[in-house]
């Protein structure tokens, strides 16, 4: 963003102007690209599809001007998909012979690698949290290390044995700072954080691609199911951490703060958490033809501008927490790890709003689609189903903190825990409805 | 909501006008409404909306019922205290866009060029010098320059003894205060209109009436109709293929009421496509609008995601159901003259009167037809889908009203290669189906053998005739075997084969332990059974001969098997009677949704409305900046100050290159990026 003035001007250059020799080639990409698939495919696309992509190939443009890291991001995931709708050919039994599909990029491939990434981005980025500072004891680390080992071993004994069933899929998340801990002291850099900056790129890369190539997948096992893969519970789970996780790595690039990592990866790796069982307990992963009711093109927008509400949510809420526990320690011990090592109140009270603001536009943005939807599909843009009515809740418990820190500066601590309790709201709303309420989503049930 | 000025009143008296707004427009207000329609909202999705009273009643129970219909919980988005928290909201909101938007209209225009270098100087983003060494107009002009370059307005203003420049840009996000705070008015105005507010006006003054009978339109009176002139309702119709209707029934609380259309909609057809593996893949059904206004009959066909609009309202394709299919039926009583079916032609839905063997009234209702039944089925571990063909159900009740349900397929399915007709039966709609086994003959499709071994064991002239010839052959066998002893035998068997045929094996141990000392139960037991099964090996053979049969082949001994696990079942089966379909006429109805809304534009206006508010809200910050300069000996006294109402960390950032900028300063080391995280 910055440019280099030793020399003063007045002169500050328009947009276009500032943009790098980088940013134009990733155009002229993006353009050729566009203008090479409405070539080749074109004659099979109908208006919605042509104009779904045009739009599409704007905004990924923009994206890629906007946030630089995304151009090599982009790249890296239309290298892997290709690769795997290539390898596939016209047979999904390639999948078994295939080295590239069976152990990289197919759809279930690649999510397990993003699962595997995320778990280890998590553990180094907590890691980075205890790396060992001169003059300083490393006890802290170890003692934290023992405590959530011991707690980690003792709750996935308990769901093994079968004491507590499914507590074995919860406990590898106290492993993972138990782990970090553990390692962490090794490294007196940031080492670790970038190490697991760079594991969450290719997670998020990896999860990306495995979508992508799942979408082509839908239509091998019959060229009548193909659908998004956003259209069930396994497939939007893998949609929330790719969206999360690009979010945050945005934030920490805008912030360069790798501190914040620890604790947004954490929800994340719950996310992979419950899509471990999912897959593994349930396999929820298996492609299954689509209810008559989604299909239609209106997923396709509804449910990626969803998860971006979603990630922004849980974000908030995960910096939420860091802030209640660097306001603790500050009070506390203002010379411990808690007070030293969290990013600056500011850093993540800033952040918290702006992943709330962007929620809460995009979250926005989906209901309206949603509600364009139902009037499509149901009869009625508005029919008060559990869903549609805990959309609301979730919009206005989002509008009620924003109004409070717009209008009468509310900060800290309080909306700290405001913007935890918005998570739990959203959780409702996300599985919560579905497991508990039924109605008209029902569909995306367990 | 709430306004971002200060209030101008003076402190002191003031109208109760004043104080009114004052307390509408208050953010207090308006976060408390926010709170309350959250919680409201939740009520409405814990407790199940909709459904039938009678169900309420028995999930809650007299005190709780009348307790939650009273304050209208189990139509809560409907009711009179929620819609109340909605219009207290646009109220809110109103007041609040009233008071605010003056103030806000001034803050984007005004370039407050009356400044004071003290307030300048209390901002949190200023930059003092009390010595700079360019003169005031070359400092201006520069200033004016990088401001341009930014993209910032310019205004500029000569106080005599010193000199202000104001600058200012993205004004435009103060107008996402006032586009998302009028978005929500007009949503919740075309919502409104949308809404059943004139239904509801027009039972209050008691204008149209609830029905709630379950009767044909014809009969429903003139009260419970609404009128073609109604501008937004939400009604479903039912129709069966073949038929045509202009009417949708809109329901109302317990009930419903009648909505009329200016067309008449016909169905054609009605289809279910599925995919290879059986699950459907998608819901259409072909319509075509009767209409004075069109010069011919319009065809079109909707589906799922896909319906028509047509003057107004949209047709969507919601639900479908059995239109009353016709079966060709055999009914076989299942007893004497099972081997004498009597066709039987029925619709679903249709409901027949029968007169059982002992004279009392039977009742038959058919209740659902399905041509397919796509099912799961896991055989050594691997799960394949199956479809088990067509099937029926009907209920047959007794004079008390108590009831069997039945399911019958119409194909035999098979195990262990023998084939079986399938009819389950339940006393419970919640229950389970038990399934009655009918094996079919060993060649061709019918169940004749079975039918004729049935009518048989229960016609008492056929068994005592079989029983005579069985124990005079037996008897033959032996020497000495006197007429008495075997009279006693023949007796003996005509009663266990009796006792078996009415109520199988069950009832011939217990009359086993009532006849002899338990002592004995085994032993006689054995020879009771012993005496049963020649008997219905005899009448068997009998059966056998009648298809001139003469040898029995191991296929023929497992038939037995089969009849005689059948007719053991059989009381339990509960209807005196089977019934096997022979053939069928699928007449499907498909459930139409038909609205008219309308308010949908204007929601969706609002909603767009609503969007790009929040954007230049959120992302278009107010950011302005004021240069106070005063003429020094020196040089000049300078002000910068700047301030911005969002992102103020990004403003930070801005601020500090435009302050070199200004000042003319080259940039110290661009360490301080870190400094700020």
């Known amino acids: 963003m910055s440019v280099a003035q030793d020399t003063v001007s007045a002169e500050y250059p328009g947009y276009f102007r500032r943009l790098s020799p980088a940013d134009w080639l990733w155009a002229a990409g993006v353009v050729v690209a566009t203008i090479f698939v409405l070539a080749v495919y074109g004659s099979r696309m109908n208006i919605y599809q042509s104009g779904t992509l045009v739009v599409t190939a704007a905004s990924g443009l923009w994206l890629g001007w906007y946030w630089k890291s995304f151009k090599g991001y982009a790249l890296a995931v239309t290298g892997m998909s290709l690769v795997g709708v290539f390898s596939y050919g016209d047979t999904l039994a390639s999948a078994q012979t295939n080295f590239f599909l069976k152990y990289l990029v197919s759809g279930e491939a690649a999510v397990m690698w993003m699962c595997a990434l995320l778990y280890m981005s998590t553990t180094a980025y907590l890691a980075s949290l205890f790396r060992r500072e001169a003059g300083r004891g490393v006890m802290p680390a170890l003692v934290t290390a023992a405590v959530t080992g011991a707690v980690g071993m003792l709750g996935l004994w308990m769901g093994r044995s079968g004491l507590v069933p499914g507590l074995e899929w919860a406990s590898p998340l106290v492993l993972l700072v138990a782990v970090g801990a553990l390692l962490g002291p090794i490294a007196s850099t940031d080492f670790a954080a970038r190490v697991g900056s760079v594991l969450a790129w290719c997670a998020a890369a990896f999860g990306l691609a495995g979508l992508l190539v799942r979408w082509r997948e839908t239509y091998l096992h019959d060229p009548t199911w193909g659908y998004i893969p956003v259209s069930n519970l396994w497939e939007v789970f893998v949609l929330f951490c790719v969206i999360t996780v690009l979010m945050y790595l945005y934030y920490q690039g805008r912030t360069r703060n790798l501190g914040m990592g620890g604790f947004v990866m954490m929800v994340v790796s719950a996310a992979v958490a419950f899509l471990l069982w999912y ?65 600056s109140r500011e850093v993540l009270d800033d952040v918290m709003y702006k992943s709330i603001a962007i929620g809460f536009a995009f979250f926005t943005i989906a209901t309206v689609l949603g509600a364009m939807w139902a009037a499509e599909a149901w009869g009625a843009y508005w029919s008060w189903d559990p869903k549609e009515t805990w959309a609301l809740i979730v919009w206005l418990n989002y509008a009620a903190w924003l ?44 | 909501m709430s306004s971002t000025s200060t209030d101008p009143t003076p402190p002191g008296r003031r109208s109760t006008f004043a104080i009114l707004m004052a307390f509408l427009g208050s953010m207090g207000l308006a976060i408390t409404l926010l709170v309350a329609l959250a919680v409201a909202s939740v009520v409405g999705t814990v407790l199940q909306q909709n459904q039938s009273y009678e169900a309420y009643l028995l999930d809650y129970g007299p005190f709780w019922h009348e307790l939650f219909r009273t304050l209208g919980i189990y139509h809560v988005y409907s009711a009179g205290w929620y819609l109340l928290i909605l219009v207290f909201l646009v109220i809110s909101t109103s007041v609040c866009v009233y008071r605010s938007t003056p103030a806000m209209i001034r803050d984007m225009r005004a370039f407050r060029l009356g400044v004071k270098d003290k307030s300048l100087r209390s901002f949190q983003h200023n930059v003092q010098r009390d010595a700079h060494p360019e003169a005031p107009a070359a400092l201006m002009s520069r200033a004016e320059a990088v401001f341009r370059a930014r993209g910032y307005r310019v205004r500029q203003a000569d106080h005599g003894d010193h000199r202000v420049l104001s600058a200012m840009r993205g004004s435009a996000g103060r107008l996402g205060y006032f586009f998302t705070h009028v978005a929500i008015v007009v949503i919740c105005i075309g919502g409104l209109v949308d809404g059943r507010l004139p239904l509801m006006l027009a039972e209050f003054t008691g204008r149209l009436e609830i029905e709630t009978r379950q009767v044909p339109v014809s009969e429903i009176p003139e009260q419970s109709r609404v009128s073609i002139s109604n501008p937004s309702f939400r009604g479903s119709v039912e129709i069966p293929e073949g038929q045509r209707v202009d009417v949708a029934f809109v329901t109302m609380r317990d ?41 011919e009959p319009l065809a079109h066909t909707i589906s799922v995601n896909h319906p028509l609009v047509h003057r107004g309202y949209t047709i969507y394709q919601a639900s479908f159901r059995d239109g009353g299919s016709r079966l060709s039926l055999d009914m076989f009583p299942l007893g004497r003259g ?8 029925a619709r679903v839905f249709g409901t027949y009167s029968q007169t059982g063997e002992d004279g009392s009234r039977l009742r038959v209702e058919f209740t659902d037809f399905s041509d397919t039944n796509p ?155 012993r005496i049963l099964n020649s008997g219905l090996d005899a009448i068997y053979l009998r059966v056998l001969a009648e298809e001139g049969i003469e040898v029995v082949s191991e296929e023929d001994e497992r038939f037995l098997e089969d009849a005689l696990r059948a007719i053991n079942a059989l009381p339990f089966y509960g209807s005196p009677f089977f019934l096997r379909l022979n ?12 609205t008219r809304a309308p308010g949908q534009a204007v929601v969706y206006a609002g909603s767009v409305m609503l969007i790009l508010g929040i954007f230049l809200l959120l992302y278009v910050s107010h950011r302005r900046c004021w240069l106070w300069v005063q003429p020094r000996p020196e040089g000049a006294g300078l002000v910068l100050a700047g301030t911005s109402n969002r992102n103020t960390m990004d403003f930070n950032r801005e601020f500090d290159e435009i302050s070199r900028a200004v000042l003319g300063e080259s940039r110290p080391a661009p360490a301080d990026q870190d400094a700020r995280a």
Do not use: C
């Open chain 1, 279 to 343: 897959t593994l307990d349930r396999e929820a992963h298996v492609v299954q033809p689509l209810v008559p009711a989604l299909q239609s093109w209106w997923m396709k927008v509804h449910v990626p501008t969803n998860f971006v509400g979603y990630g922004g949510f849980a974000i908030a809420a995960m910096l939420g927490v860091a802030y209640l526990m660097r306001a603790r320690g500050e009070r506390r011990r203002p010379d411990g790890l808690l007070a030293r090592r969290l990013p």
């Open chain 2, 255 to 295: 009930g419903y009421v009648v909505q009329e259309l200016p067309f008449h909609i016909e169905v054609k057809a009605f289809r279910v496509e599925r995919h290879a593996t059986g699950q459907e893949r998608a819901f259409e059904t072909d319509l075509v609008i009767h209409d004075a206004l069109l010069d």
């Open chain 2, 583 to 594: 053939d069928f006429e699928h007449i499907q109805a498909s459930g139409l949704m038909i």
């Open chain 2, 375 to 529: 099912t799961l089925i896991e055989e050594d571990g691997v799960r394949e889908r199956m479809d088990m063909g067509p099937s029926f159900e009907f209920v047959v009740r007794d004079s008390s009203g108590a009831g069997w349900f039945h399911r019958n397929f119409q194909q035999p399915i098979e195990r262990d290669g023998r084939r079986y007709l399938l009819s389950g039966v339940r006393q419970n709609p919640a229950e389970p189906f038990s399934f009655l086994y009918i094996p079919l003959d060993p060649q061709g499709d019918g169940v004749d053998r079975f039918m004729r071994f049935l009518a048989k064991l229960t016609d008492p002239a056929v068994v005592a005739e079989v029983v005579d010839e069985a124990t005079r052959t037996a008897a033959g066998q032996f020497e000495g075997v006197d007429e008495g002893l075997r009279a006693q035998v023949a007796e003996t068997m005509r009663g266990l084969l009796e006792t078996f045929a009415a109520g199988g094996y069950e009832e011939v141990i217990a009359q086993v332990q009532e006849q002899a000392p338990e002592g004995q139960w085994d032993r006689m037991a054995d020879i009771f059974l």
């Open chain 1, 403 to 446: 109004h409070l820190r717009f209008t009468k500066g509310w900060r800290g601590v309080p909306m700290a825990w405001w913007a935890i309790l918005g998570l739990l709201i959203t959780t409702f709303a996300f599985v919560g409805v579905n497991m508990f309420l039924g109605g008209l989503h029902s569909y995306g049930s367990l």
């Open chain 2, 338 to 345: 099972a081997d004498r079916p009597m066709p039987f032609d």
